[in-house]
Nanobody, 125 residues
């Protein structure tokens, strides 16, 4: 049974940092691109970052470029999102998702096949 579990969310002050983790089980992580998405109350889910199955390709939303870094360790079945210089507008539930499609991943939630349950990130001013 394929499963993704996010962790690492929490409450942090503006300018602070958090590291989110996405643990995969029930499948070979190296066969999937992984994306991080977020959804704030009253807003649509938006793409934050994604990484190809090998880790050789990454992409970021303009709003997080230079502040967030995505990485993966296929042997450990883990994907990470390092978030620095957090802003109040980064507050949201963060989700990781797996995409079995071919080619480089994109930041469109509709392209992803499996989702975790999410972890809350709250940035205070």
């Amino acid at each position: 049974q394929l499963r993704l579990v996010e962790s690492g969310g929490g409450l942090v002050q503006s300018g602070g940092s958090l590291r989110l983790s996405c643990a995969a089980s029930g499948f070979t992580l190296g066969g999937y691109a992984i994306g991080w998405f977020r959804q704030a109350p009253g807003k649509e889910r938006e793409g934050v970052s994604c990484v190809s199955n090998s880790g050789g390709y990454t992409n970021y939303a303009d709003s997080v470029k230079g502040r967030f870094t995505i990485s993966r360790d296929n042997a450990k079945k883990m994907v990470y999102l390092e978030m620095n210089n957090l802003k109040v507008e980064d507050t949201a539930v963060y989700y990781c998702a797996a995409d079995l499609g071919a080619g480089n991943p994109i930041l469109n939630p509709g392209a992803y096949d499996y989702w975790g349950q999410g972890t809350q990130v709250t940035v205070s001013s």
